[in-house]
């Protein structure tokens, strides 16, 4: 059959307007900062759609796994069969076992992903040519798969650090601002005690000073002046003794 070119006939039927690149929702085949462009992603997307539509897939993918099932001739020739786009098929093979529907844009696999990865495991068998090239493929996308799962976990972790930071700052800034208020408060209090106080004082300092500004009274000369001199002083004014009062207390 390898001689014949049926083999051949149905790997060259597979691999007919295979896209070229790796299905856009499928980010573990895109290697990191390779995302295609939006206008790209349309084209691919496009293609993909076409692709999976082609009648006929799935049965040449029954048939690609009996013929490789447990010989090695046929399982080196299609681990080696290259496409004229130089696509290999075992490379595209991968691209379909590792991605599934897309919905969003109704891409539908219609089954293939199964017998792809059937055919990739019948392929990768013991003494296989084609296992170790098969092995690496797989475990190139299963790393990409860990590194997207890595970031996404870190993007978590920041956001929920980020979550609990926030209340944090706002509770400082709520504590700062009641203390800015209990501090007012109490200046305020103060003021309001001191005031009346203050204001004494302060009333009592005018008064002593408009009373020594002004001129001595004239007195009249009468005859009774040497009693006038044994006369008792006048009395204190109340105001005067009661700032006496507070200066011996303090």
């Not at 001689?3 to 573990?28: C, D, K, L």
Request: net charge positive; with cysteine.
């Amino acid at each position: 059959l390898i001689e014949r070119g049926y083999v051949e006939r149905i790997a060259s039927f597979v691999m007919q307007n295979f896209p070229t690149e790796p299905p856009t929702w499928s980010s573990s085949l895109w290697a990191k900062g390779e995302q295609p462009s939006t206008k790209r992603k349309t084209q691919l997307d496009k293609q993909w759609r076409a692709y999976f539509s082609r009648p006929g897939l799935k049965p040449a993918f029954d048939m690609l796994i009996g013929l490789s099932k447990n010989h090695g001739s046929t399982q080196e020739f299609v681990g080696c069969f290259l496409s004229k786009k130089k696509m290999s098929l075992i490379q595209a093979c991968h691209w379909i076992e590792a991605t599934s529907d897309n919905t969003a844009a109704r891409v539908s696999l219609k089954g293939l992903g199964l017998v792809a990865e059937t055919l990739l495991d019948e392929l990768a068998s013991e003494k296989s040519p084609a296992a170790g090239a098969i092995k690496a493929i797989r475990a190139k996308t299963r790393d990409r798969k860990k590194e997207i799962a890595m970031e996404r976990r870190n993007r978590a972790l920041q956001g929920m650090l980020g979550a609990k930071k926030r209340p944090a700052e706002d509770m400082s800034a709520s504590s700062a601002k009641s203390t800015a208020g209990e501090e007012a408060r109490v200046r305020s209090a103060a003021a309001s005690f001191l005031a009346p106080v203050l204001g004494f004082f302060g009333n009592s300092s005018e008064i002593a000073s408009s009373e020594a500004s002004q001129p001595p009274a004239k007195r009249k000369k009468t005859g009774k002046s040497k009693e006038s001199e044994n006369e008792a002083p006048p009395a204190m004014p109340a105001w005067m003794a009661e700032m006496e009062d507070i200066e011996d207390e303090t």
